[in-house]
């Protein structure tokens, strides 16, 4: 009964998402429903192989704590530049227990430990080890974008994003360029990603550049996806891999629907990759990635500092309003102290709590998941990813695994609307003549790749019980 009722919902979810591109669409006599099909049962099927079937799922399990495994090795670097404000030991003290019959010591217990951080002896139960942000997390930025660049000098990773464009192409009849850019959205960001196709952008077609731009926003870069490991355990770095896999042939879905091809015979099918590296030599190209992943760090710790600081800001006020009119009373009640008051966060869990509850959230959550879903969409999904972080380790929250699960994968994509100015800015740097283009499907793409997300996660949703 569970699993169908889980393949309901989720095929609810998706019909939901599939209906919103096709209400936003420019040219809805043109969709080619046939792609449409085909991807979403290419999704399905990817789903299905890696979440369920045992040597498949062992595969991308491998390659999952194989990654995990490359992140921990930033720790030695961390360790030598850092070890004086992280690694230092903590010093315990001990004292001798007396057994109060035999009047003889018997064993002997910690009762305070030197805290490094804080330089002062304190209770056992009282020690943490602190979870330092920006000596912790952020290299982890670093470290991998410059191991992706040396993976772009060597030539390895135009292999890998071949491999997968090959797949798209046979499956949904796109063109070489169009399945070039969304293998190569799975690898590496938004920005990064149209740098392999940039011999043919002169000459894309406007569903061309629209395909682009969704692929963009629904699924993420390496460097973050490190980010998001650490923020919700290792155990979830195969639901990430997964997500950034299956959203793009849902991306593209979303992309046809939205913005069809006019002339579908007339575009160019040609798959190749081009082969110009990163750098003049391998410690070049080394150096480069250092350089632009410091650039990503910075820019991810100085963007969780405002926007942090900016809803911290917005709440103040809403909260004082919601003191003087009686709200806060209200709304703590009524959401069983979920919220303790008016808030942005209550405000975008309501307004998302019906898209919730369409991607399969059991209904004590849809609130709480509608509110990281907002969150996502117009702060950033990293802001959101370290609110699910917290809401895990709440008890008192107490959210269901499905639902943990489907924020997972709801969250997982670049879709927000700071990400409508990267792209414009980053792409339009590079093909200059698309610029206009740009800017007119800025807006379309967010939404394009939200919906490409929503139905990832509408699927992993279906396969909870399976």
């Not at 393949?7 to 969709?31: F, H, P, V």
């Not at 330089?119 to 139960?125: A, G, N």
């Not at 169009?178 to 569903?207: H, R």
């Amino acid at each position: 009964m569970d699993i169908a009722l889980d393949i309901g919902r989720g095929l609810i979810g998706m019909a939901a998402m599939i209906g919103i591109a096709y209400l936003l669409s420019a040219n809805k006599k043109k969709i080619d429903w046939s792609l449409v099909i085909k991807g979403l049962i290419f999704q399905i099927i990817l789903a299905l192989l890696m979440l369920k079937v045992p040597f498949v799922r062992a595969i991308f399990q491998y390659i999952a704590d194989a990654f995990v495994r490359l992140l921990s090795f930033t720790d030695e670097g961390v360790k030598f530049v850092f070890s004086d404000i992280w690694y230092k030991e903590p010093i315990f003290e001990t004292v001798s227990v007396m057994d109060p019959n035999s009047q003889e010591f018997v064993s002997s217990e910690n009762i305070k430990v030197f805290d490094p951080i804080k330089e002062e002896h304190v209770p056992t139960e009282k020690f943490q080890i602190p979870f330092m942000f920006a000596f912790r997390v952020l290299p982890t930025v670093v470290f991998f974008s410059a191991f992706s660049a040396m993976l772009y000098y060597l030539g390895i990773l135009q292999k890998i994003i071949y491999a997968f464009a090959f797949v798209m192409s046979k499956v949904m009849r796109l063109s070489g360029a169009e399945s070039i850019a969304a293998a190569a959205n799975v690898f590496i960001g938004q920005t990064e990603a149209p740098l392999v196709i940039k011999p043919y952008l002169d000459k894309m077609t406007k569903s061309e550049i629209m395909c682009l731009m969704t692929g963009g926003m629904a699924t993420i870069a390496g460097g973050v996806f490190a980010l998001f490991v650490i923020f919700l355990g290792d155990q979830f770095a195969i639901h990430f891999l997964i997500a950034s896999i299956v959203s793009a042939p849902a991306a593209i879905v979303a992309a046809k629907i939205m913005y069809p091809e006019v002339n579908p015979d007339e575009i160019n099918t040609d798959l190749n990759v081009p082969k110009d590296k990163i750098g003049v030599n391998l410690l070049d190209a080394i150096s480069r990635g250092t350089t632009d992943g410091i650039k990503l760090a910075v820019n991810v710790g100085a963007m969780l500092i405002v926007f942090i600081a900016l809803v911290a800001f917005v709440n103040y006020f809403m909260m004082l309003i919601g003191s003087v009119t009686g709200l806060n009373d209200i709304i703590a009640s009524s959401t069983g102290g979920n919220f303790s008051g008016l808030s942005l966060e209550y405000v975008l869990g309501m307004l998302f709590a019906p898209v919730a509850w369409l991607l399969g959230v059991p209904s004590q959550d849809i609130t709480l998941v509608g509110q990281l879903l907002g969150k996502k969409t117009v702060v950033n999904e990293v802001v959101a990813y370290v609110d699910l972080g917290d809401f895990m380790k709440n008890e008192a929250i107490n959210l269901h695994p499905k639902s943990i699960l489907i924020a997972t994968y709801a969250l997982c994509g670049f879709a927000n609307f700071s990400s409508i100015g990267i792209q414009i800015g980053g792409i339009g740097a590079i093909a200059p003549e698309q610029r206009g283009t740009l800017a007119q499907f800025g807006f379309k793409a967010m939404i394009g790749g939200t919906i490409a997300c929503f139905i990832t996660a509408a699927i992993a949703g279906m396969f909870y019980n399976f």
